[in-house]
């Protein structure tokens, strides 16, 4: 009892920090309500490398950098760093690139669900009605037998992948070549000095890998086995952006004229949905994946690609919403989403392992 109570303390304590950071990050030049967004960050990412053509959301974020190396840090120096993969792979990369497809119509990841809400941004509370009701419904399957498989002891090198990867972005990032695009205009060209983005990504992807927050295992335990110990770092995230939004005059109340936000109700509750569906299956949510990617993990990795690939699509084909709203295509993508989900979670059975 006691070392679970401790437990929570400290994530509480890491998502305090964690939501302080992200409101600095703000107040320092990234877009509102944006100190952290996963979803948008491998956007502007995928962007920054050429592999969609909208110029306002193109930039090589150093958060994510810091994330990854952050998590590979702190596993390599606490033992945890272990390469390990085979479970499903090409089911994990779609259901990364399904969670995409719906954190690009809500237009955040889980985490900047959580930063929005503590911004005022009252849309995020559809938002957060839909991510749970997707996680719900992956329980439903977890309950009937889905898995994705186990994972096997790979080749340490085969580990590195994702870290090595984001010392070269960062190279790309410092030495700015020809090749790499940078947002003139838009949310790819709001961001806070490149120094100070690092060392917040490397803290935070370190606090995440240490205490193993995820924001859609914080909702699944809570409803699954009736545990909050996850769900104290999630609070305390909301808590710390929370309070230093009010302290910066961050903090903006209501449905309307919310940074990088739309008001559509409805495509809100289904972008959120589906995240929280594909997050339950693959195992973990968009910012989870990219920490465990740092620690070696290689289904993970598959997952980030899978999501970098869905933002590709997604500005490719005129998927993603924007501060008017939806798309068409955009709607289209999410139901088709729902059904590939529906399918995976149906089929995939501990049986059939």
Known sequence: MEVNKNRKTRNLIAGLVIGIIAALLVK????????????????????????????????LRPEVIGFVLGACIMSTISGEFQSRGGSSPILRFTLGFTAMIGALMFLGCPLRLILRLAGGDANAIIGLIGFVAGIAVGIYFLKRGFTLGRAYNQPKIAGYFMPAFMVLLLVFLFVKPEFINFSEEGPGSMHAPVILSLIAGLIVGGLFQKTRLCTAGAFRDIILVKDNTLFMGVAGIFIGALVMNLIFGQFNFGFADQPVAHSNHLWNFLGTMLMGFSSVLMGGCPIRQTVLSGQGDNDAAITVIG???????????????????????????????????????????????
């Open 28 to 59: 320092f030049g990234n877009p509102g309500n944006m100190g952290f967004c996963l979803a948008c960050f491998w956007r502007d990412i995928t962007g920054a490398l050429g592999l969609h053509s909208a110029g306002v959301v193109q930039y």
């Open 307 to 353: 999501l970098i690939m869905g933002a590709a699509f997604a500005h490719n084909f005129g998927l993603a919403s924007s501060p008017a709203g939806p798309t068409v295509n955009g709607m289209i993508a999410v139901g088709i989403g729902f059904v590939i989900n529906l399918i995976i979670a149906m089929t995939a059975k501990r049986s059939n392992a």
